[in-house]
């Protein structure tokens, strides 16, 4: 049995293009527009600290953070960023909230940012503002040290 061929006209090979190419291109928007990145609100810091210090500080305020950890039950780790390097990694972590930040020894400046662990468990924001207030006192014990709070 031997298939009929379609004659079709150039306005009609026109027609079918433009047809393929609008479901063509509404995939692909389809597409793109379902691959968008989604932040998660566990990643938007609630608030900002800064602290700053002398040079001669950079022990203490490292023993000061030891404290803190201690006292709100965080796991905490510093460690250098680049091995020989003046800048440091600072992370602080349990099950509800973080404390992520850097300590760049050249400006004597500590940024750190807290933020929820997890989204699905968002902690109220006094619980940031009472955490922030105990982490003040302990780095009002170094000489000099100043301390910013941003939301």
């Not at 950079?58 to 905490?76: P, R, T």
């Not at 699905?120 to 922030?132: S, T």
Request: aromatic share 10%.
């Amino acid at each position: 049995m031997l298939a009929k061929r379609i004659r079709l006209s150039s306005s009609e090979w026109l027609v079918v293009g433009l047809f393929l190419g609008v479901l063509v291109g509404l995939g692909v928007s389809r597409i793109t527009m379902e691959e968008k990145p989604k932040i998660n609100p566990a990643d938007i810091p609630r608030r900002l600290v800064t602290v700053t210090i002398d040079q001669n500080q950079q022990d203490e305020l490292f023993a000061q953070l030891q404290k803190f950890a201690e006292k709100w039950q965080y796991a905490i780790r510093i460690a250098p960023a680049v091995q020989g390097n003046d800048h440091f990694i600072v992370d602080l972590w349990r099950i509800d909230m973080k404390v992520i930040g850097v300590y760049l020894g050249a400006s004597r400046e500590l940024q750190v940012a807290f933020s929820y662990t997890e989204s699905r468990r968002p902690v109220p924001d006094q619980h940031f503002d009472e955490e922030i207030d105990d982490l003040k006192s302990f780095i009002s014990e170094i000489p000099n040290a100043t301390f910013t709070v941003s939301k």
